[in-house]
């Protein structure tokens, strides 16, 4: 099974599984996860979890890199296009900022 998600948080507290040695910076970060799971016998045998680490680091203000920067609005897009799909947006040109 694979899903996609969306996280979003204010770095408050010491989170080393994921920013090990960094000190929270009471910054806000907003990025995609996706999990891979695999079952087996009605059990989850694995999970796997992917995110764009340099997007999440530039977010906040660790990282400062314009090639880190280029993935920070991939959250805000998917989110449009999950407003899209429930009928909540006018068009996909208006997802992609084509249109305002």
């Known amino acids: 099974m694979v899903e996609e ?3 979003r948080f204010t770095h408050s507290i010491d989170m080393d599984w994921m ?3 960094l000190q ?3 910054r806000r970060a907003e990025f995609i996860v996706a999990a891979v799971i695999q079952i087996a016998d ?3 045998a694995h999970e796997h979890l992917y995110w764009d680490h ?3 680091l530039s977010q906040l203000e660790v990282l400062d890199h314009p ?3 280029a993935g920070v609005n991939s959250a805000g897009q998917l989110l ?3 407003d899209l799909h429930k009928g909540r ?4 040109a208006a997802v992609l900022g084509e249109a305002r």
């Open 5 to 7: 998600m969306l996280i």
């Open 19 to 21: 920013l090990p040695g």
């Open 24 to 26: 929270p910076t009471g």
């Open 42 to 44: 009605g059990k989850v």
């Open 54 to 56: 340099a997007t999440v």
């Open 67 to 69: 090639m880190a920067a």
């Open 80 to 82: 449009k296009l999950c």
């Open 89 to 92: 947006v006018g068009s996909t």
